[in-house]
């Protein structure tokens, strides 16, 4: 081989198909991240991808379709037709928020709509994980400095994935719900809640 060039010595006059196999390339922009682990481990099975690049791009925020595709992919959910909402119509995630949806996994907004090109904020996010999960409620609530910041729907919800240690909070003890989840988080948050999900066990 040689550039684009392969050379090979044959004893007779036929057809030969060359077969290249194609490596993928490693991510460039994960190792020594603090979630090098988690990215790794949902890469391996084919339920999240990087980019063209070949990055992962790890602090990039994460929109609902892609949080939910990947969500459904790693808990094995079963396509089902589910809720039908305004704006996933043609969306290249339809068939992963019908399932999420089907599941009772997510409800959509008020409106009929779903948002799926929407960043997922963290207490949007604990929310559906806890359902996905089916993780029981914590015995006891953490305490952040934020707390009062959590919207009434989600508090429940946010205490118990941060009291089950699916949801980490900040250094500075901080849980921020109304910050948008990066993709380091939301891959961190799947893989936590695989390992404890009563499902799974």
């Known amino acids: 081989v040689s550039g684009n060039t392969v050379t090979a010595q044959v004893d007779h006059f036929t057809m030969f198909a060359v077969m290249v196999a194609v490596q993928e390339p490693a991510l460039t922009d994960i190792a020594g991240h603090w979630a090098f682990d988690s990215i790794n481990k949902l890469l391996a099975t084919g339920c999240i991808g990087g980019y ?12 609902r379709a892609e949080f939910i595709t990947a969500l459904v992919k790693a808990f094995g959910l079963e396509q089902k037709e589910g809720k039908s909402f305004t704006d996933t119509a043609g969306h290249w995630a339809e068939e992963y928020i019908a399932t999420a949806a089907a599941c009772g ?4 907004y008020d409106g009929g709509n779903f948002g799926p090109d929407e960043l997922i904020t ?3 996010m604990a929310v559906i994980i806890v359902k ?12 952040f400095d934020d707390s009062d910041s959590i919207s009434g729907w989600a508090a429940e919800a946010v205490n118990t994935a941060a009291g089950s240690g699916i949801m980490k909070g900040y250094p500075d003890n901080t849980i921020r ?12 948050v799947i893989i936590d809640a695989l390992n404890i999900s009563p499902s799974n066990s």
């Open 132 to 143: 996905a999960a089916k993780i029981a409620p914590a015995a006891e609530n953490p305490s």
């Open 177 to 188: 719900p109304q910050g948008n989840a990066t993709r380091a988080e939301a891959v961190t």
């Open 122 to 124: 963290r207490e949007q």
């Open 52 to 63: 063209p690049d070949g990055t992962f791009r790890p602090d990039h925020h994460i929109t």
């Open 105 to 108: 996994i997510v409800n959509g």
